[in-house]
């Protein structure tokens, strides 16, 4: 060996991944028409396959296509499970290690062999690989955001179904049958008006120390009313709209109308009870007007077997408490008698009020409450009870239940609203940790596969490296660029 050839093999021959075909056709270790007869090859190698032995299927890697060095392992399986006996002209004689090797003298025909593992390790390392990483990574984050998302459903659900049941709470429901309850809640009014009326009393001493105020300061006339609504609510009760406006009770009932139905099968009329005497409607006579009655003041009940029941009440029935524009004049009366006492602590406070001291007061005791703090403070606590218990969110729907039949069908349908969402919320949570745990299982799949692509590839390198030195008299081989990234 010269000396040049010593120095040559000192030198390592370096080859990009990416330029090793074009390498190996340069220095004519292959054609240029290599992929036609590699496609041919290819051809032999998958109709081949379908003779192999289950046991040498199950060792193969899937791979599309089969390489040369899986063929050379296939023939070395092969020799040992039918034998590597030769004929006379020196071939096999098993057929399919026959065919097996001829696919092997076919691939180191030219050399196919070589360039098609290169094109392999070029297929894998810019493309197969970064597209088994990149799904992977997908995958990966598809499961972070679906857990995210699943985790964000759920405190929705969570806080929904809270809400609902702080909703229910306050209305004092259970929430199983939200309209039957929030129409059943108007039973509890009278309960409210029995209440508010029990406490009512206790702002006397105020309602007393405004009038005898308002009178010394103001020189109002003895006979003027203060707060109407409420002085009348203490002195006559709750009574109807009807005694307050016109004086006198409601007259009673004059007339008594029964509706019945008979089961007679000769009787086909509907027979109305007027008290006084009979008097018989045919059927159609039924939506006829009765001419000559005040049906103003009273209440006409329709019973009977087989007659749906029916109430007519006229508003001017109602108690005071119960009507609106009666309950608005009482919380006016209310507002202002708690402005007052809020002005007159304010400026008892302020240490200013010269001109209505106490020695203006000294001669009448009524006055006397209005120049002490402490019980002006008391005053207040009582009045602000007594429009506490009107105007409290609760009573506040029970008033709209009663009166308005939209308003029941809105607040039932914003109750059952936050129930139907965090149901919604819940079965997308569900959806999400469905497709969180398919975007894992699949990512699970991919790994394994990446780990065996990514050792094969390196595994060829090898082969093709030993390959090439092996012609170059052993020089190294260094196949260089992203390939050793992988």
Not at 59 to 68: M, Q, S
Not at 73 to 87: A, H, M, N, P, Q
Not at 119 to 140: D, G, M, T, W
Not at 282 to 300: K, L, P, R
Request: proline share 3%; net charge negative; hydrophobic share 35%.
């Amino acid at each position: 060996m010269s000396s040049d050839d010593t120095d040559e093999q000192l030198f390592p021959i370096d080859i990009h991944y990416y330029k090793l075909i074009d390498w190996l056709v340069d220095r004519r270790h292959c054609d240029l028409k290599w992929l036609n007869e590699a496609r041919e090859v290819q051809g032999r190698v998958k109709r081949a396959l379908g003779d192999l032995p289950e046991q040498i299927k199950e060792t193969l890697h899937v791979t599309d296509p089969l390489h040369y060095y899986d063929c050379v392992d296939v023939v070395e399986r092969l020799k040992v499970l039918d034998g590597d006996e030769k004929t006379l002209f020196g071939q096999y004689s098993s057929p399919r290690l026959k065919e097996w090797a001829d696919i092997l003298k076919q691939y180191e025909k030219k050399n196919i062999y070589l360039a098609e593992c290169a094109q392999i390790l070029i297929r894998n390392v810019k493309y197969e690989v970064p597209a088994l990483r990149q799904q992977i990574s997908k995958c990966q984050s598809t499961q972070r955001e679906c857990e995210r998302r699943e985790g964000e459903c759920l405190a929705s659900a969570t806080t929904l179904r809270n809400t609902f049941q702080v909703s229910c709470k306050e209305m004092n429901i259970s929430g199983e049958r939200v309209r039957e309850e929030l129409r059943s809640l108007v039973d509890e009014l009278p309960g409210v008006y029995r209440d508010t009326m029990a406490t009512l009393p206790s702002v006397m001493e105020a309602i007393m120390g405004y009038e005898a105020f308002s009178r010394t300061i103001h020189n109002r006339h003895a006979d003027e009313k203060f707060l109407p609504m409420l002085s009348y609510i203490l002195k006559h009760g709750n009574v109807s709209v009807y005694e307050w406006k016109h004086g006198k009770p409601p007259p009673e009932p004059q007339v008594q109308c029964v509706l019945t139905s008979s089961n007679a099968s000769n009787e086909g009329a509907l027979e109305i009870d007027w008290g006084g005497g009979d008097l018989e409607v045919g059927q159609e006579g039924t939506g006829e007007e009765v001419m000559g009655m005040d049906t103003s003041v009273f209440e006409i009940v329709v019973e009977g077997s087989g007659t749906t029941l029916a109430t007519a009440v006229d508003p001017e029935l109602q108690p005071l408490l119960e009507s609106p524009q009666a309950r608005n004049l009482l919380l006016n009366d209310l507002m202002e008698l708690k402005e007052f006492i809020s002005q007159r602590m304010l400026e008892l406070s302020s240490n200013t009020n010269t001109i209505l001291g106490v020695e203006q007061f000294n001669d009448d005791v009524t006055l006397h409450g209005v120049q002490s703090e402490t019980k002006l403070q008391n005053m207040l606590d009582h009045v602000s009870k007594v429009m506490n218990m009107l105007t409290n969110a609760r009573v506040q729907h029970l008033f709209l239940i009663k009166g308005s039949p939209r308003y029941l069908d809105r607040l039932s349908h914003s109750l059952l609203q936050h129930q139907e969402l965090a149901n919604r919320a819940a079965s997308h949570a569900h959806v999400y940790r469905g497709k969180g745990e398919e975007a894992g299982i699949l990512a699970g799949q991919l790994e394994p596969q990446l780990t065996i692509l990514v050792q094969r590839t390196k595994h060829l390198q090898e082969k093709v490296a030993a390959d090439i030195s092996r012609r170059y008299n052993n020089r190294v081989v260094n196949i260089m660029g992203e390939i050793n990234q992988l």
